[in-house]
């Protein structure tokens, strides 16, 4: 009997070590294959370089027409910031949601072309298709960040460059570019056509972007609006960015809560997303 004591830890030592191993294999092979589709993703960048630049018109005239306007107005209550000021964290929330949204589309050009069947046909898991191509939006509005700082120089906005603040800053730009794609990824897999895609992402782009504190504070909106604004992710994109993009910057809610409103809101797309996916091929 204490033979048998004696030989049972060390199995089960073993069988312990074993299924650690395959873990942590398994977490390494999904990562592996979410950053190959995400470069595969950004990969076609290199054939067209202009969509960069056509993504930045809007949000380009936002700040230089409406935030110019407005800022000599002072109709709009910002505490200690100039309104071009507390306008341009928003401005660069709004540039990663207009690229995000539309970003579903390309799935449904995938099937057309039978891209998404060979991807379903692969061992690839779900999850990771719909995280690399998420990432891979994440990565492309990062770009978007470095024109809309320029534009901030340009209009004379007191920024923050601090090394932590600018690694803040990505974080949250690649999160959000993430859960907003994710999010048009649902609604692509559910339209199935570029027509009604279009449509719905119009439709939607505008009303996400006024119902948060992108381009005014939320005090000032009615009650109804408020409630939106709170459950609107794009609210606690623009916050956090807010506080690490400005100098003297701060958050209404606290970064730490804006980062676990974002992360929890992109896990939940993400999952929703990856059981989806395969239905954009019927």
Known sequence: MSQEQ?????GLDNRAAGYQTSLLGGIANFFTKTLVIAELEVRKLRHDYTELFTRAAQPALWMLVFGEVFTRVRAIPTGKFRYIDFMAPGILAQSVL?????????????????????FLASPTPRTALVLGKALSAGIRAVSQAVIIYALSLLLGVRLSWSPLSILGIIIVIVIGAALFSTFSLIIACIVKTRERFMGIGQVLTMPLFLASNAIYPISI??????????VNPLTYEVDALRAMMLVGGTSLYGIPFDFAALILSMIILVAIAAKLYPTVAR
Do not use: S, T
């Open 221 to 230: 909106m009615p009650e109804w609006l408020k409630v939106i604004a709170h």
């Open 98 to 118: 207009f690229i995000a949204i539309f970003y579903g589309i390309a799935i449904i050009w995938e099937r057309d072309l039978g891209i998404v069947h060979k």
């Open 6 to 10: 004696g030989v049972l830890p060390a």
